[in-house]
């Protein structure tokens, strides 16, 4: 078969198959279609009242990937009188469309997440609500949960409130167009070079994210560059991959939504809800060992500041391989968790960003974890009881934790996939290459052009996670993704 060819009905027959084998459900019950059809007759009022502001004459607008459809969040910049910045950050208001207990909700609550499978997207809220009713599109009044929080010239984030509001996209832009306009004033975007207001807009929002990033690096944030592969299609063929690279608009969103969790985490401090961690990493040894193989020296206690002091360093000095030096550190640093955290819990805190109080609250078309703090935030402001026991908490972080851990082995089982498409003319060649994981299943590489990852079939003895080499590419599979590399 020419997968080449025919990429799109054998890669969504592929992705159905793997994400049934990771516990994933990709075709919706029953049950939501006849909730659809009810909230299409039956649809929330959007409209402004005591307890939910009038914000759509704001300049919000929206920045995400250019295909995106599921729109959680826009965002508004205001100087004030003192110099200091207030940040606005409206994210869709879901519970509004899907109660708890409902059929779609029960059906988002068991996926836990979207997948993104390669050129494929499984949503976890049916298309109908996520890429529409419930996406906060341009030019349409949208309900949302707005969290606020001021700024200081220093970066300092020195205070926070939510609130619900109607809301107005004025302008939905992409990481692209936005990342490219702020590096030289320069675009393609009609949106963006058409509106003065727009333009200075988004020079305020470039200006706080910075001082934010600043302020989050000093204090130990991590400073990592993660590889994201996109598929380059031409006459409806898989001919490349390449690495989507970040920018200044990446940046911006990140630290805004990084800030806006952690502002909702403070609010929810009095109620039992759910945290985002990253613990202290346990194999602190081997990334000394790693700063060390750099030339560099890391303490024997773990320590995110000097990790990132290292991460700066070694990124001013040998850009070319930063990507790669970050995903050994994302390796042995450990995946993320969610837990529950009770009113006067010590904070188990996230490493990798180095805050003490943190959740997700931020993408609620996309994680169920976002649906189930934005209904905890609900219940605050109306000072209701809350819509969660501690034992259903638990259950929905230790689901949540799986599933995006499954997700991210979907993703990867589909990249793998693509991978081997566009590498199954190129055996023989060689390649420059980084070693990402030595487990029981064996010893794994990416190459560094294009971003591949494979397994090292030949020649694994003695190598570890970190350490660079050369391999050739001998081996592929298409229909089961696999690829194969010797070292040289």
């Excluded at 459809?69 to 100087?79: G, K, L, M, P, T």
């Excluded at 081997?420 to 060689?430: E, K």
């Excluded at 590419?473 to 690829?483: F, K, P, S, V």
Aim: hydrophobic share 35%.
């Amino acid at each position: 078969m020419d997968t080449k060819k025919s990429y799109g009905a054998y890669l969504l027959t592929v992705a159905k198959k793997i994400m049934r084998a990771r516990g994933f459900n990709p075709d919706l019950p029953p049950q939501t279609r006849q909730q659809l059809l009810e909230l299409k007759m039956h649809q929330p009022q959007v409209v402004p009242d005591n307890d939910i502001r009038d914000l759509r004459d704001l300049l919000w607008s929206s920045i995400d990937n250019d295909t995106s459809r599921d729109i959680d969040q826009v965002e508004f910049a205001e100087r004030l009188r003192d110099g200091d910045i207030k940040v606005s950050v409206a994210i869709a208001d879901i519970d509004a469309f899907v109660r708890k207990n409902s059929p779609i909700d029960n059906y988002a609550s068991e996926e836990a997440t979207t997948v993104y499978a390669g050129i494929i997207n499984f949503p976890m809220l049916p298309e109908e609500l996520s890429y529409n009713e419930t996406s906060l599109i341009e030019n349409a009044d949208k309900l949302s949960i707005v969290i606020e929080f001021t700024v200081k010239t220093d970066g300092t984030l020195i205070s926070g409130n939510v609130y619900r509001a109607v809301i107005r996209n004025h302008a939905q832009l992409t990481y692209n167009s936005v990342g490219q306009w702020l590096k030289n004033e320069t675009t393609n975007s009609i949106k963006i070079s058409g509106s003065k207001d727009l333009q200075k807009q988004l020079k305020l929002q470039d200006e706080v994210a910075q001082l934010l990033n600043s302020r989050r690096h000093e204090h130990g944030a991590l400073y990592l560059e993660s590889i994201e592969i996109q598929p380059v299609l031409k006459d409806e063929k898989i001919i490349d991959i390449i690495n989507q690279e970040k920018n200044r608009a990446t940046d911006l969103i990140e630290n805004f939504m990084i800030a806006a969790n952690s502002v909702v985490a403070d609010t929810l401090k009095k109620t039992s809800s759910l945290r985002r961690v990253v613990k202290t990493p346990k194999r602190w040894d081997r990334i000394v060992q790693l700063a060390a193989d750099k030339k560099y020296s890391l303490p024997s206690e773990p320590s995110s500041k000097e990790l990132n002091n290292f991460l700066i360093e070694y990124k001013a000095r040998d850009p070319e391989h930063f990507s790669d030096l970050s995903l050994s550190i994302i390796k042995l640093m450990g995946p993320g968790e969610y837990i529950l955290e009770k009113a006067g819990d010590k904070e188990v805190g996230h490493f990798g960003l180095a805050i003490q109080d943190y959740t997700h609250s931020t993408a609620p078309n996309r994680r169920f974890a976002d649906i189930v703090t934005q209904r905890l935030i609900k219940s605050v402001l109306a000072g209701e009881v809350t819509p969660y026991t501690d034992e259903e908490l638990i259950a929905i972080a230790g689901n949540c934790t799986l599933k995006e851990d499954a997700a991210n082995k979907v993703e990867r089982d589909m990249s793998k996939r693509i991978a081997a498409m566009v590498m199954s003319d190129r055996i023989g060649n060689t390649f420059d290459a980084v070693v990402t994981g030595v487990t029981d299943h064996g010893t794994f590489v990416r190459t560094l052009h294009p971003h591949v990852e494979g397994l090292l079939a030949q020649g694994q003895t003695g190598v570890d996670v970190g350490d660079t080499l050369q391999v050739k590419l001998i081996h592929t599979d298409t229909e089961r993704g696999y690829i194969d590399f010797a070292k040289i």
